[in-house]
């Protein structure tokens, strides 16, 4: 096995006690909130939004915050399809991994290397089935490691499929721990025109064998029905596993072995049709991967958030001894309201503190409450007595109350120094604006002449 890397410094920064600190005072005495692969993936979908990146990194229970400050989410998972996700995959895991690895096998035409060594079937696995899932955090990750790192140093030995293994991810200079629902050691897809046992298969010199990869599967309780389910459903699922392939190949990166050895299409095992009995299907990630590793990358060093917050900051929810809260709403809501946010509509489906961020952004007229893509569209014009007056139909205000200059000729194409860029931009924002808002008139003037022509000839 290849040596190990040095230590990443940006994982020790992630470790930095004096910003371990800073968050342990932002959270107060409550126990933390840790990440998760939901959560991840719902952070990289707006990275530019500091509230919810230093709320995460400090472990803040959101969605109590939310109802403490009187803006409690009013969206979630249901009790109901909670229990069925855990009773589905407790269902799929109950004979100790046999019917794993025959979807594996027998559905997804992979070959598991242990279990090729004994075709015959068995009532469980043995040895060969994991389960990793008990114990601390770190405790769970050094296990998880030491398999992948013995599995790799003697390829054939160890075990066939780990159950809830847990790695780590670094998100915004902090280290996230998340556990996909299940591994495979060792798999690769079947070579065309061999035999198939019953799990497993032999060898054919026909054709040359696919490299072996590490498999990860994630078990899903909406239904599969003939092969297709919900392309929404799928797509969170989707972006969910990028998580856990990422973390993965950070795992195989720290043990000096190629992240190239994790494979990029993970497993889905759902229900089949209107059943419960598991099928599963191969899902691409690699576009969902790109998206999150691109993301995280220009999530900022948390570090920096907490440099430009006061000292005094506090989302401490305890209560005192008869079960009042030490901090009222009005504190809270004045310590959310001083970390900028990065409002979407996509936030209401993502984050529980969205209808606090949305109802901020409709009071100050924010442009972001119309979307990103007309946010975006508008060239840097942030609120909406901006668009208005740009139009042609307000005053705006001065300058110094924009904080942009508007008086930059459209037609400017010199750059001094960048100083003009944003103006360019203001400049472009306010001339489509001025031609969208004549061609909304000219189209109301000619709509209202024809009505009258109408009423004229009735």
């Not at 400090?58 to 403490?68: S, Y």
């Not at 909670?82 to 997804?108: H, Q």
């Amino acid at each position: 096995m290849a040596a190990t890397p040095p230590p990443n410094p940006a994982q020790n920064a992630a470790r930095d006690p004096d910003v371990a600190d800073r968050l342990a005072e932002l959270r107060g005495p409550i126990p933390a909130r840790h990440h998760d692969a939901r959560t991840i993936a719902a952070l990289t979908a707006n990275p530019g939004c500091a509230r919810r990146s230093v709320l995460d990194a400090a472990g803040v229970d959101k969605r109590a915050l939310a109802e403490r400050i009187g803006f409690g989410p009013r969206f979630g998972q249901s009790p109901f399809a909670i229990s069925r996700g855990n009773a589905f995959e407790k269902l799929v895991k109950s004979d100790g991994g046999v019917t794993l690895l025959r979807l594996l096998c027998d559905e997804l035409g992979l070959e598991v290397q242990e279990a090729a060594q004994n075709p015959d079937a068995k009532p469980a696995l043995g040895d060969q089935w994991v389960d990793l899932g008990a114990g601390e955090r770190e405790d769970r990750y050094r296990r998880t490691r030491d398999l992948v790192a013995a599995s790799a140093r003697e390829p054939g030995t160890g075990p066939v499929l780990a159950d809830h293994p847990m790695l780590r991810l670094e998100v915004g200079g902090r280290a996230a721990y998340v556990e996909p629902d299940l591994v495979a050691f060792r798999a690769r897809p079947r070579v065309p025109g061999t035999e198939v046992h019953a799990y497993g298969v032999t060898e054919s010199a026909a054709e040359p064998a696919a490299p072996w990869r590490w498999y990860l599967a994630e078990i899903k309780s909406f239904a599969m029905i003939d092969g297709r389910a919900d392309p929404v459903k799928v797509a969170e699922a989707a972006t969910q596993s990028a998580v856990y392939v990422l973390a993965f190949q950070a795992l195989l990166s720290g043990l000096g072995l190629p992240p190239g050895l994790v494979a990029t299409d993970v497993v889905l095992v759902c229900p089949k049709d209107f059943s419960n009995a598991p099928t599963a299907a191969l899902v691409d990630v690699r576009r969902q991967l790109a998206a999150v590793r691109r993301q995280l990358d220009r999530l900022p060093r948390i570090g920096t958030l907490l440099d430009g917050l006061d000292s005094g900051l506090s989302f401490d929810l305890s209560t005192d001894e008869d079960g009042e809260p030490l901090q009222g709403a009005a504190q809270l809501g004045k310590a959310v309201a001083a970390i900028e946010a990065r409002y979407a509509p996509e936030c209401i489906s993502r984050c529980d503190m969205a209808f606090y961020c949305r109802d901020e952004a409709r009071a100050t007229g924010s442009t972001e409450v119309l979307g990103r893509s007309i946010r975006d569209a508008l060239g840097g014009v942030a609120a909406m007595r901006d668009v208005l007056a740009l139009s042609g139909r307000e005053d705006c205000g001065s300058d110094a109350e924009r904080g942009v200059r508007v008086e930059v000729d459209v037609d400017t194409d010199i750059d001094i120094d960048g100083a003009v860029n944003r103006d360019l931009d203001f400049a472009e924002a306010a001339r489509l604006l001025s031609v969208a808002r004549r061609a909304r008139l000219e189209a109301l003037a000619e709509a209202e002449l024809r009505h009258r022509e109408r009423e004229a000839a009735a």
